[in-house]
């Protein structure tokens, strides 16, 4: 994940800002392995292979 999409993102419960709350694996500008966690609610969405997964509360329900 590219640094400077940070700004655009925006929590999927509340709509808070999101920030990097760890940095595990990153060549400076892309985040390729880490934690992000809205600065409103405290929730918190894993950064796997580049990839924020960011599903809303439920959102992982495949229906069936």
């Known amino acids: 994940m590219r ?3 940070l ?3 925006a ?3 509340c709509r808070g800002d999101i920030e990097v ?6 060549d400076g500008e892309t985040i390729t392995a880490g934690t992000l966690r809205c600065t409103s609610c405290g929730s918190t969405y894993p ?3 580049g990839i924020p997964h960011m599903l809303p509360p439920g959102g ?3 229906g069936g």
Not at 21 to 26: F, G, K, L, R
């Open 21 to 26: 709350a760890e940095e595990t694996e990153s």
């Open 7 to 9: 700004p655009i993102l």
């Open 3 to 5: 640094r400077d999409l």
């Open 11 to 13: 929590c999927p419960g």
């Open 47 to 49: 950064i796997v292979d």
């Open 60 to 62: 992982d329900d495949d």
